[in-house]
């Protein structure tokens, strides 16, 4: 447990392409892992992101590969009817746990099967540093499936570690070049799309890109 990356490099190798999140998760659960992007506050850039706007209420949320919850949670305290999702039971059954009483809709699902009713209903869609664990071959549908979640009238904000064009990286993470972000976006209305060093480490830099679905 001392290199928590090292051992989700391991399980991504090893495992099927989204089947070592529960493999990570459940080892996690019986102390015999730590989930690397555990935190205990919410993403900085979600949190000065979902701050600068009016709050959401009655608007309707989802939070993408919502782990733990923390990012869920922040977006239901802003007042959106919020949906956080995750395809590890283990992590949606700690979520519920360490969230009790929460107005969060916890659910288990697939990005890349996600149920009908989902899809063009939420108000507001936050999809924060989970493709980028994907790799490359499935980075498109990945990109679909978060896009499809947005409702007319509705905003995605996306946000990713950077890496330059071309640039090669181990992962996972694979960080997400320029391009890859612009994806997000067809058929959408790109806003704003920055990409920001980290204020710690000036060798990280991450987007933040915001797009709109036009309404009608």
């Known amino acids: 447990m001392s290199d928590p990356d090292a051992r989700t490099r ?7 392409p989204t ?3 529960e493999e990570l998760y ?3 659960a019986d102390g015999l892992a730590t989930v ?4 205990e506050a919410p993403s900085q850039l979600v949190q000065e992101w979902v701050t600068a706007r009016p709050d959401g209420s009655d608007r309707s949320a989802v939070v993408v590969g919502c782990g733990y919850g923390r990012d869920a949670e922040l977006i239901a305290r802003h007042g959106y009817r919020t949906t956080g999702f995750d395809i590890s039971p283990t992590a949606i059954g700690a979520a519920r746990q360490r969230h009790t009483g929460s107005p969060v809709d916890y659910q288990v699902a697939d990005l890349f099967a996600l149920p009908e009713e989902w899809r063009g209903a939420f108000d507001l869609v936050v999809e924060s540093m989970n493709v980028q664990a994907l790799p490359v071959a499935l980075r498109r549908a990945a990109i679909a499936g978060v896009r499809s979640l ?3 009238g509705g905003t995605l904000f996306v946000m990713a570690v950077a890496r330059d064009d071309g640039e090669e ?12 972000v612009e994806t ?7 806003r704003s799309l920055d990409r920001i060093t ?9 987007w933040a890109a915001e797009f709109v679905r036009e309404a009608g």
């Open 10 to 16: 391991e399980l991504a190798a090893a495992g099927e």
């Open 19 to 21: 089947a070592w999140f």
């Open 26 to 28: 459940a080892e996690a």
């Open 36 to 39: 690397p992007w555990d935190r």
């Open 150 to 152: 947005v409702a007319p």
């Open 169 to 180: 990286t181990d992962g996972p993470p694979w960080p997400l070049d320029r391009a890859e």
């Open 184 to 190: 997000f976006g067809t058929g959408l209305v790109v």
């Open 198 to 206: 980290d204020a710690v480490d000036p060798t990280i830099s991450r």
